[in-house]
């Protein structure tokens, strides 16, 4: 039963209750943390890599070119691409001027806007091609590997690996008699190993079935990690 002064202070404080973390009447087996996100990055594209601009644990931002694929052709043909559709823009121009002295037939006229209309989306086409020739971070994070270099022909192979950081998940494994004591949304209070930091991480969801080999389930949570003080691969421990 609580105390009094426990109870007034519950109820001139209400919100104490909620930032409280959720005590376990056990130790989980296992606290590990993981990135929240990892991705292989690839490309469609069988290429020629003209350029790798980030490094191994080089932090990026989302739209970052991180490898560059050769472009040389595709340049080409937009350079052609472009005159095509200029000269059918001043094509049109002409044939407007023609057709107030009935010069020019309707016709004709439909003709060279359906051509510039072709042109154009040939034009965007080409642009989109030379845009997909870089490969970009398609989140906030850190380059973990990467798998490629310079005036390498890559096809359908990982390019190198990208992790989000800012935000790592926690799996902790408990015996099966704890099973009931946590749920979701709830806070658990950690200590990470190998650096003593302490940190907080909610409860995000919870194995609705027990692991038959070892009679055990997991519980999954997470942890913020804005400043990236906290290093994923660590060990953690719950403290009550």
Do not use: W
């Not at 996100?37 to 932090?59: L, T």
């Not at 002295?101 to 359906?114: A, V, Y």
């Not at 940190?199 to 609705?208: C, N, W």
């Amino acid at each position: 039963m609580k105390s009094l002064p426990l109870l007034m202070a519950l109820a001139l404080f209400p919100t104490l209750a909620l930032t409280q973390p959720n005590i376990v009447s056990q130790e989980p087996l296992t606290c590990l943390l993981n990135p929240n996100r990892v991705s292989e990055i690839g490309s469609d594209r069988v290429s020629i890599v003209r350029n790798v601009p980030v490094e191994r644990a080089q932090f990026v931002r989302k739209g970052d070119v991180l490898v560059q694929l050769d472009d040389a052709f595709l340049q080409s043909d937009r350079g052609v691409a472009e005159i095509t559709h200029n000269s059918l823009v001043q094509r049109l121009e002409r044939a407007s001027k023609l057709i107030r002295g009935n010069l020019i037939s309707l016709d004709e006229i439909e003709e060279i806007r359906t051509e510039l209309a072709v042109a154009g989306a040939k034009l965007s086409r080409t642009d989109l091609e030379i845009a997909r020739a870089q490969v970009t971070a398609p989140f906030d994070g850190f380059v973990a590997d990467i798998q490629v270099s310079e005036g390498e022909l890559i096809g359908s192979e990982s390019l190198l690996t990208l992790v989000e950081l800012t935000r790592l998940k926690t799996e902790l494994v408990y015996l099966a008699e704890a099973y009931g004591e946590v749920s979701k949304g709830d806070t658990l209070k950690i200590i990470i190993d190998q650096t003593g930091t302490e940190a907080m991480a909610t409860v995000t969801s919870i194995d609705p079935f027990f692991d038959a080999s070892s009679n055990t389930f997991s519980v999954f949570a997470v942890v913020e990690n804005d400043d990236l003080t906290l290093p994923a691969g660590a060990n953690c421990r719950v403290i009550q």
